[in-house]
T-cell receptor, first 116, second 114 residues
């Protein structure tokens, strides 16, 4: 089954303790990205990757890191989490369509992160 | 920069009714638009993807249209059922040449009453 898999689904951590949320896709998609969803603010992009070793900042990158060492994996790293990073996080992937534009996104099931 | 607006923010209908959800966008250079469904606290399920070369896409009881000239998309749900209750989100490319980001509307919370 074509899917984007995120782990863990739920995570409670303490301020400052480094954590990684994993994301993997089995569709051989070139593009991957991370979003966070907050009440009243909707979904906002954190980082995206156009291919292996190619990443760039989205709208809200502060406090996050990413890497794309393999095409299928795109982990999100919080080196020193703070309470304002409490949110629902989604990983997404897309194939490269016409003119190399991302086209048609598949989202993971989400990771609910609480930082206390 | 793309801005996406969804109206209404919430909608409550009796079971069996046909309904339309609205989505408007500011960047008419949009090359596709995608509709998603989100159940409370859950992930986003893609419902329909419409390319700019198409005007409509259909899947079962769902029909989505895209009108670039007016900056609007609609999602039509026929014969609504209580299981259709969810938040519906529309999203398009970020605009201004940003081909690697989806800009989302805030969503329409749909409740279908038995």
């Amino acid at each position: 089954e074509a899917q984007v898999t995120q782990n863990p689904r739920y995570l409670i951590t303490v301020t400052g303790k480094k954590l990684t949320v994993t994301c993997s896709q089995n569709m051989n998609h070139e593009y991957m990205s991370w979003y966070r969803q907050d009440p009243g603010l909707g979904l906002r992009q954190i980082y995206y990757s156009m291919n292996v070793e190619v990443t760039d900042k989205g709208d809200v990158p502060e406090g996050y890191k990413v890497s794309r060492k393999e095409k299928r994996n795109f982990p999100l790293i919080l080196e020193s989490p703070s309470p304002n990073q409490t949110s629902l996080y989604f990983c997404a992937s897309s194939f490269s369509g016409d003119r190399g534009r991302a086209n048609g996104y598949t989202f993971g099931s989400g990771t609910r992160l609480t930082v206390v | 920069k793309q801005e996406v607006t969804q109206i209404p923010a919430a909608l409550s209908v009796p079971e069996g009714e046909n309904l339309v959800l609205n989505c408007s966008f500011t960047d008419s250079a949009i090359y596709n638009l995608q509709w998603f469904r989100q159940d409370p606290g859950k992930g986003l399920t893609s419902l329909l993807l419409i390319q700019s070369s198409q005007r409509e896409q259909t899947s079962g009881r769902l029909n989505a249209s895209l009108d670039k000239s007016s900056g609007r998309s609609t999602l039509y749900i026929a014969a609504s059922q209580p299981g259709d209750s969810a938040t519906y989100l529309c999203a398009g490319p970020g605009g201004g040449g940003s081909n690697y980001k989806l800009t989302f509307g805030k969503g329409t919370l749909l409740t279908v009453n038995p």
